[in-house]
């Protein structure tokens, strides 16, 4: 209990102090920490036997993230995201040379990492630019987190207090309906204080920002259960020592940001 504390006081700092020290700090930050993700991700994948192309794919990834930067700082043009097209082909291409026997299993969980891993934090990132362009603000990648946080918190204390209807007992048997709405309300509670400091969003905005946080973050959690079963392993590693690996720390994230991101940008802009 003692490791996971001194882990988690140390790792909300830093992650902290990555929005609070400017844009260049924030995006090199969450530039690395999506690969760390996704190298992490293909490392889970590689216990049952699938070999997806994890070079090629980091290359990707940090282009994807760098575009997603570059629209935000320099304002480029989608059509700079045809750069992808090359390495996409290259790992078919790559495939035919590798002799396996299941190549699309390969292929497959190559794009799937892009999917469940990289666009969610460039979503997430993003976030830190929304309404701003070409501006920064850490309000709202601030306030996401505050709120997954108090989601996670509130579904924990309520659900070990008052927890008695399974959610989804096949994939997490310990979560409940109790303190599913637990967290929602624990993580509204925290939109509602933040409204108060961060006046340019109004708490019925931040309230439903909470909502889907809660509602999506949850899912998250629990389609990382599923891969983790699927697996049958009890870690997506081991990084973050008494929490696991970064998959576990930021399931919620996975889900939550790019809903979260549509939600503001359609009301934002």
């Not at 070999?51 to 990834?61: E, G, Q, S």
């Not at 990382?224 to 576990?248: A, C, Q, T, W």
């Not at 720390?249 to 939600?263: E, K, N, Q, W």
Request: charged content about 15%; hydrophobic content about 50%; aromatic content about 18%.
């Amino acid at each position: 209990m003692k490791t996971r504390a001194i882990t988690a006081f140390f790792f909300t700092i830093v992650m902290l102090g990555s929005m609070f020290l400017g844009p260049y700090v924030y995006s090199a930050f969450y530039l690395l920490l999506s690969l760390a993700a996704l190298w992490e991700f293909f490392k889970l994948i590689k216990t049952a036997g699938i070999r997806p192309h994890r070079n090629i794919a980091m290359v990707a990834a940090a282009l994807i993230f760098f575009m997603t930067a570059g629209y935000h700082f320099l304002q480029f043009e989608t059509k700079y995201l045809l750069l992808l097209v090359p390495l996409i082909f290259s790992v078919f291409l790559s495939e035919l040379y590798k002799k396996d026997k299941i190549p699309f299993a390969n292929i497959s969980y190559t794009f799937v990492g892009f999917m469940y891993v990289t666009v969610p934090f460039c979503f997430f990132y993003s976030l830190g630019f929304i309404g701003h362009i070409p501006d920064y603000s850490f309000h709202l990648p601030l306030s996401f987190m505050l709120m997954l946080w108090a989601n996670d918190t509130g579904a924990y204390l309520f659900g070990s207090k008052f927890g008695k209807t399974r959610l989804f007992e096949r994939h997490s048997p310990k979560k409940s309906w109790e303190g599913f709405f637990g967290g929602v309300f624990t993580s509204v509670l925290v939109a509602f204080i933040l409204s108060i400091y961060f006046t340019e969003l109004s708490f019925p905005i931040l309230g439903g920002m909470a909502v889907l946080i809660s509602s999506f973050g949850t899912l998250g959690d629990l389609v990382e259960s599923m891969l983790k079963r699927s697996l049958n392993v009890k870690d997506s590693g081991d990084i973050l020592p008494g929490h696991g690996g970064l998959l576990d720390r930021f399931d919620g994230l996975l889900m939550s940001a790019p809903v979260v991101y549509v939600y503001l940008y359609l009301i934002l802009n």
